[in-house]
């Protein structure tokens, strides 16, 4: 039997004891993953060792997990349960294979960090998947599970087409003086004062008003948001969600608070069940924050109201999300704001040189603590912060000096307006959960001070590392 390795010049220097401990359990899954899918120059003998197939059916139940998917924890067990069985399936003819070792080590590891018992579920390599029409991730499933089928009664010429069949998600969101965060990851702080599309396609409009925060300032916020859910043959009518200042509705604008049928059933933490439909609203906090679920497209929206002005965050399949045509090419989330209509300089934040006129000195808010974090400051929590004022404010709520610390640095600056902190810190937290890539989440204003971490020269370092460790274990 041959030997398992990479061959990686200079990872023996990255093979550091300290190193390899600490991060063990993401490195023995791309020692994985890597070899399986034979990325770089990993090299796996013994052909009728099947981890690849283990490896891969993993990667398949855990691909549309995120942290806005019901039951993300639960559903992550199983699969890590099911792994493990696969494993110790194929462990007589993987025995002395570094990839099945690596992949058992790193099993182990994440059962351990994730609280999963070793007994229990397991997730089904070949569910059963269920057809629901107006449920998007059943569709997409059924699609993918169709065409994993065609591929393996067809020549090996097609065997990898299913790989392409498993859906992508896109974010975008809108915060502060306004803050854009687009499709892309591209972050800018534009004017744009007035009605503007952010997203604009066959399935989905979504539109924003901004309006001036401070006399004589080029700085807006949102003060109104226009949802419009297009109707969907089978499974829903045109819906519209309309937001203003001070109306934070937890209803459609013809009163209902949702459309549809029914599309599967949910277990609540408390033991409950009850069916979900194709589309419908969520009321988290009256008149501060709202959450639109669109089951039927894959949609998911938060607004939220923070002070006098709104906040927008949105999760959506890619697929959908470029389904227009050339008269919808106008759509801030998707190619940002107007050169004309930019305040940043590619991601700079220029500081205004002194502090606006915005009324009289305030008394100072007292810090807020853990448990007021999002909640707004009164209307009229105006004040004129200094730069270091404004900095021990932002890092009151915002710890990593990322975009996020900066557009509320920018934003104190410019408005004196003490909601804009919280205005940033609630928009950070609807990205974590609602963006689909945790590799992008920090992102750092040119010029910052702050290393920007790129996500291809880290798979570079990841693989170097997974190649160290691999020496190390040989």
């Known amino acids: 039997?041959?030997?398992?390795?990479?061959?990686?010049?200079?990872?023996?220097?990255?093979?550091?004891?300290?190193?390899?401990?600490?991060?063990?359990?993401?490195?023995?899954?791309?020692?994985?993953?890597?070899?399986?899918?034979?990325?770089?120059?990993?090299?796996?003998?013994?052909?009728q060792c099947r981890i690849q197939k283990c490896t891969t059916d993993f990667v398949f139940l855990t691909s549309h997990l995120t942290p806005a998917v019901d039951e993300l924890h639960i559903e992550f067990c199983k699969a890590l349960r099911a792994y493990s069985a696969c494993t110790q399936r194929t462990a007589k003819s993987c025995r002395g294979n570094l990839v099945f070792?690596?992949?058992?080590?790193g099993i182990s590891d994440l059962m351990s960090q994730r609280n999963c018992s070793r007994d229990g579920p397991t997730s089904s390599t070949h569910p059963e998947i269920q057809h629901e029409p107006c449920n998007y991730h059943s569709r997409t499933q059924h699609a993918h599970a169709h065409s994993?089928?065609?591929?393996?009664?067809?020549?090996?010429?097609?065997?990898?087409?299913?790989?392409?069949a498993r859906p992508g998600y896109l974010f975008c969101g809108l915060f502060g003086d306004p803050h854009l965060r687009t499709f892309k990851d591209s972050f800018q702080t534009c004017k744009v004062e007035g009605a503007w599309p952010l997203i604009d396609n066959n399935y989905l409009s979504v539109q924003v008003t901004n309006v001036p925060v401070v006399p004589g300032s080029s700085a807006t916020a949102p003060n109104k948001i226009t949802i419009i859910f297009k109707p969907y043959e089978g499974c829903t009518d045109q819906r519209v969600y309309?937001?203003?200042?001070?109306?934070?509705?937890?209803a459609f604008d013809d009163g209902t608070i949702s459309s549809g049928d029914p599309i599967h059933t949910f277990a609540g933490a408390d033991g409950a069940s009850g069916k979900v439909r194709a589309l419908w609203i969520s009321e988290r906090s009256p008149g501060r924050h709202v959450e639109l679920h669109a089951g039927y497209i894959g949609v998911t929206v938060i607004v939220r109201q923070l002070g006098r002005y709104l906040t927008l965050a949105v999760r959506?399949?890619?697929?959908?999300?470029?389904a227009y045509d050339a008269t919808q090419d106008l759509q801030l989330c998707l190619n940002g704001c107007p050169s004309g209509e930019r305040i940043d300089r590619a991601g700079h934040l220029p500081l205004p040189l002194s502090p606006p006129a915005v009324g009289l000195q305030l008394q100072q808010l007292r810090r807020p603590s853990y448990s007021s974090q999002t909640q707004?400051?009164?209307?009229?929590?105006?004040?004129?912060?200094?730069?270091e004022v404004a900095k021990e404010r932002c890092r009151e709520q915002l710890e990593v000096q990322d975009i996020y610390y900066h557009s509320c640095v920018f934003d104190l600056l410019t408005t004196g307006d003490a909601n804009f902190t919280v205005a940033a810190y609630s928009a950070l937290k609807d990205m974590e959960s609602l963006h689909p890539h945790r590799d992008r989440w920090r992102i750092y204003?040119?010029?910052?001070?702050?290393?920007?971490?790129?996500?291809?020269?880290?798979?570079?370092?990841?693989?170097?590392?997974?190649?160290?460790?691999?020496?190390?274990l040989s």
């Not at 994993?148 to 392409?164: K, W």
């Not at 959506?316 to 470029?322: S, V």
């Not at 040119?446 to 020496?471: D, E, I």
């Open 316 to 322: 959506i399949p890619e697929e959908l999300a470029r």
């Open 242 to 250: 309309q937001a203003v200042t001070d109306n934070l509705p937890a």
């Open 101 to 105: 070792h690596s992949a058992v080590l």
């Open 445 to 472: 204003p040119r010029g910052s001070a702050t290393p920007t971490l790129h996500s291809q020269p880290m798979k570079h370092l990841a693989l170097l590392l997974a190649c160290a460790l691999s020496v190390t």
């Open 1 to 47: 039997m041959g030997r398992a390795g990479c061959c990686c010049r200079g990872a023996e220097r990255l093979a550091s004891p300290s190193l390899v401990r600490r991060f063990r359990p993401l490195l023995l899954l791309i020692i994985a993953l890597c070899c399986g899918a034979h990325i770089g120059q990993c090299q796996v003998s013994a052909p």
């Open 376 to 387: 707004a400051f009164p209307f009229n929590s105006i004040q004129v912060f200094g730069l």
């Open 148 to 164: 994993h089928v065609h591929a393996h009664t067809h020549s090996q010429a097609h065997s990898h087409s299913h790989e392409h």
